[in-house]
């Protein structure tokens, strides 16, 4: 079975400093992983996707997030976190090896971004 | 190309009448998945359709709940007789393709469902 842990439920930082939310996944083969932002009252955005291509992955706005194998860890980070960056931000993995994507998701994390 | 439609975007339920939820997946998409959102929490898996076909409704609660994808139309999630504990933003995606894992799935806004 799949899974997904977000390690943290809130994270703040001042804007300008780097943004650093952690994810860690359990998955019985290799996954696909994804990276989701949700702006308040809004849909989801895709920000960044692996699928066991490159390991360092960059995303839209900034975002990248590193596949860790051994670690089962795939952080999503940003050098320079932007108010705009304030939003809820979910770590998904692909949990069907029926041939599609039935995508889970992590509990989120709340960003907040202080001037 | 129109992103994926939902709608409505507000709905409002007393307790025992029905909900039905409408999903548009963008031009060319015959893949729909469901999802549900409690409050502060992630989203859930529902239900995966093709067109005329559930192809995996595990997530889907046992009873009061259906979905249908029609040959066309919308895609329609209903829940009968909700309670209040139906209440949440009930999310809807579509991907072009359902073969092979590295498939996008497109949300739409969601529709915020308050049942009183």
């Known amino acids: 079975a799949q899974s997904v842990t977000q390690l943290d439920s809130h994270v703040s930082v001042s804007e300008g400093t780097p943004v650093l939310l952690r994810c860690n996944y359990s998955s019985s083969y290799s996954p696909s992983l994804f990276w989701y932002v949700q702006h308040p009252n809004k849909g989801l955005q895709l920000l960044l996707k692996?699928?066991?291509?490159?390991?360092l992955v960059k995303g839209i706005n900034g975002f990248e997030a590193e596949f860790k194998k051994s670690e089962t860890s795939f952080h999503l980070t940003k050098p320079s976190a932007h108010m705009s960056d304030a939003a809820e931000y979910f770590c998904v993995v692909s949990g069907s090896s029926g041939g599609y994507n039935k995508l889970i998701f992590g509990a989120g994390t709340r960003l907040a971004v202080h001037p | 190309n129109a992103g994926v439609m939902q709608n409505p975007r507000h709905l409002v339920r007393r307790r025992g009448q029905e909900a039905r939820l409408r999903c548009s997946p963008m031009?060319?998409?015959?893949?729909v998945y469901w999802y549900r959102q409690l409050p502060e929490e992630g989203l859930k898996f529902m239900v995966y359709l093709q067109k005329e076909n559930i192809i995996d409704e595990s997530g889907m609660p046992k009873e009061r709940f259906s979905a249908e994808f029609p040959k066309e139309g919308p895609s329609i999630l209903r829940i009968q007789q909700v309670v209040r504990g139906d209440s949440a933003a009930y999310f809807c995606?579509?991907?072009?393709?359902?073969?092979?894992?590295?498939?996008?799935?497109?949300f739409g806004p969601g529709t915020r469902l308050t049942v009183t």
């Open positions: 995606a579509s991907s072009p393709g359902g073969g092979g894992r590295s498939y996008e799935q497109y």
């Open positions: 031009k060319g998409h015959s893949h």
């Open positions: 692996y699928t066991s291509a490159a390991t």
